[in-house]
C-alpha cells in the first residue's frame, strides 16, 4: 500500500474549477496532500502558477491536464501527468481540442433556449475564467443561480446529457492522438474514472486494450468518481492490463465536489502508483 498522499486529479478556474491554482495548492496542502497536480480540462495554462504555488506550499509536484476524448461514441478523459508544460505538440493539441467550445456553447443555449430558457449563453459566460474553456459545467451553474434547478447535478440529469434539450453531441481528440501528445511531451497517459463511461464490457475491453497499444501507462482506480466496490474492480483491471494505478479527487469546487482534495482512500496493495514511474519528473 502506498501511503503517500497524493492527488493527481483536480480543476481550477483555467478551466470547470472555481478555485484559483493558489487557492487549490493551499487546500490540498490544508489536506495533508504531499504530492499533487492540476489536471484542467484541455488546458495547461496553469501549470506553472500551480508548480509555483505547489513549492510555496511545500508539496510536490507533476505537471497535468486532463484530454477530452472520443471513443466508442463516448466521451473518455485521458489525465496526462509529468509532461513538459511547454511542449509545443501538446500545446497545438489541446488547443484544437478546446477549439469546438465556443460554437458548442452556442448550440446548447440554443437547446435550453427551446425549452423556455433564454439567455444561458450570457448566464453560463459569467461563470466561466477562461474564455476558451466553456463547459457544460458554466451552464450547469448558472441554471442553478436561474432558480431551474437545485444544484448541478439536477442540471446534468435534467438538461445536459445524452437525450436532453441541452446535449450537443461533440467529437474530442481520438485516444491516438491524446496519448501521443502526452508521450511526446514526456509524460505518461492515465485512463481517467472508467467507471464512469456507459460502456458494455466489450467496449470498455477495447478501451484498454487500444490505450496499451497506443502507450497508455495507468488507469484512475482510487477517484472520487468511484465506489469502494469500483476500487475493487478497477484495481483488478489494472492487474490484468498491466497498468500501474493512480490516485484522484477530482475536486472542481466546494460547494460542489463531494470528495475534497487529498481525501480519499489510499491505492490497494499489489499496484504500481503512476508516480513512482514518473519520479524523475517530480518538481
Ligand atoms: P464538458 O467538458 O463541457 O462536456 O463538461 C464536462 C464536465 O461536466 C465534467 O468534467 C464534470 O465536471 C461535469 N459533469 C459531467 N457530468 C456531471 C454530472 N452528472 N453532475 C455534475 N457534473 C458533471
Ligand atoms: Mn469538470
Ligand atoms: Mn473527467
Ligand atoms: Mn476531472
Not at 466521451?75 to 496526462?80: A, F, L, P, R
Not at 490484468?240 to 469546487?253: I, T
Request: proline share 4%; aromatic share 8%; hydrophobic share 40%.
Amino acid at each position: 500500500m502506498s501511503i503517500l498522499n497524493v492527488d493527481l486529479h483536480c480543476h481550477s478556474v483555467v478551466s470547470d474549477g472555481t478555485l484559483t491554482p493558489e487557492e487549490l495548492a493551499a487546500r490540498a496542502a490544508a489536506n495533508g496532500v504531499e504530492l499533487w497536480a492540476l489536471t484542467d480540462h484541455d488546458e495547461i495554462g496553469g501549470q506553472h502558477r500551480a508548480a509555483a504555488a505547489a513549492r510555496a506550499q511545500g508539496m510536490k509536484y507533476l505537471t497535468g491536464t486532463e484530454i477530452s476524448v472520443t471513443f466508442a461514441g463516448e466521451t473518455v478523459h485521458i489525465v496526462g501527468l509529468g509532461f513538459d508544460p511547454d511542449d509545443e505538440g501538446m500545446r497545438r493539441g489541446l488547443e484544437q481540442t478546446r477549439g469546438g467550445r465556443g460554437a458548442r456553447a452556442l448550440e446548447i443555449a440554443a437547446g435550453l433556449a427551446a425549452v423556455g430558457i433564454p439567455g444561458a449563453y450570457e448566464g453560463a459566460l459569467k461563470y466561466v475564467g477562461n474564455p476558451a474553456l466553456i463547459s457544460r459545467t458554466h451552464f450547469a451553474r448558472y441554471l442553478v443561480e436561474a432558480g431551474t434547478c437545485k444544484d448541478t447535478a439536477e442540471v446534468f440529469r435534467r438538461f445536459l446529457t445524452e437525450g436532453k434539450p441541452g446535449y450537443v453531441p461533440h467529437r474530442w481528440a481520438t485516444l491516438k492522438d491524446a496519448v501521443r501528445w502526452i508521450r511526446e511531451a514526456g509524460g505518461l497517459a492515465v485512463i481517467a474514472h472508467p467507471a464512469r463511461y456507459k460502456f458494455t464490457a466489450n467496449e470498455e475491453y477495447a478501451l484498454f486494450m487500444e490505450f496499451k497499444t497506443h502507450g497508455g501507462s495507468a488507469v484512475e482506480v482510487v477517484t472520487g468518481s468511484h465506489t469502494a466496490a469500483e476500487y475493487v474492480k478497477y484495481a483488478d483491471t489494472a492487474r490484468e492490463f498491466g497498468l500501474a494505478a493512480s490516485r484522484g479527487s477530482d475536486f472542481h469546487s466546494p460547494g460542489e465536489s463531494h470528495t475534497d482534495l487529498g481525501q480519499l482512500p489510499y491505492l490497494p496493495g499489489e499496484l504500481t502508483p503512476v508516480w513512482e514511474l514518473l519520479a524523475d519528473r517530480i518538481q
